[in-house]
């Protein structure tokens, strides 16, 4: 069965630091990659489909890229309000798997 | 773009519930709808999916057999009907939308998310 992992489980930046989120699929997905945030207590916010496709209205400072099985997903310029648990999902065919999720801190 | 999930609640393991999504400011039928869960303190676990004309439809290993997902695209809902339920089953439950032009045989990165419904099996 494929698997979604994803690294670091959790990481505390500065802000304005640079911040990247890996996701790898036990075997290929080719671009049908999406991320999630998820602040505490709220519902989960699309932010990137296709691997590197920024949703309407998200801003700039995220990236997305990677194909295959490797992937990432960057935050440049970290925020006060980036503070969130961010997860992968492929969706290149059923099942819709996600990953475990990365929690974002401020230090 | 509003979808509102209902149907939640408390049950004994065992127990059935039937969960709706109904879907407002959207074309629906022009979306692959899924069901996708939540525990408490846990990540996100995609439960089910349904195309846009209910020509594929999905689950996850967990609910097969015992979970059904449908839609009824003149009322604008979604469902999901969950029988045999157990204890790992609680979690808020969310109806998340994906466009389908961006899905994949009925698997698509959810683009619209509902507030979630909270399902509870408990003895």
């Known amino acids: 069965d494929i698997q979604m992992t994803q690294s670091p489980s959790s990481l505390s930046a500065s802000v304005g630091d640079r911040v990247t989120i890996t996701c790898r699929a036990s075997?290929?997905?080719?671009?049908?990659l999406a991320w999630y945030q998820q602040k505490p207590g709220k519902v989960p916010k699309l932010l990137i489909y296709l691997a590197s496709t920024l949703q309407s209205g998200v801003p700039s400072r995220f990236s997305g890229s990677g194909s295959g099985t490797d992937f990432a997903l960057t935050i440049t310029n970290l925020q006060p309000e980036d503070v969130a648990t961010y997860y992968c999902q492929k969706y290149d065919r059923a099942p819709g798997l996600f990953g475990p999720g990365t929690r974002v801190d401020i230090k | 773009v509003q979808l509102v999930e209902s149907g939640g609640g408390l049950v004994k393991p065992g127990g059935s519930l039937r969960l709706s999504c109904a879907a407002s400011g959207l074309t629906f039928n022009d979306y692959t709808m899924n069901w996708v869960r939540q525990a408490p303190g846990k990540g996100l676990e995609w439960v089910s999916s349904i195309s846009s004309r209910s020509s594929f439809i999905h689950y996850a290993d967990s609910v097969r057999g015992r979970f059904t997902i449908s839609r009824d695209n003149a009322r604008t809902s979604l469902y999901l009907q969950m029988n045999s339920l157990t204890v790992d089953d609680s979690a808020i439950y969310y109806c998340?939308?994906?466009?389908?032009?961006?899905?994949?045989?009925?698997?698509?990165?959810?683009?619209?998310w509902g507030q979630g419904t909270l399902v509870t099996v408990s003895s």
């Open positions: 998340a939308g994906s466009v389908s032009r961006l899905s994949v045989l009925g698997v698509g990165p959810g683009l619209e």
């Open positions: 075997q290929s997905i080719s671009t049908y």
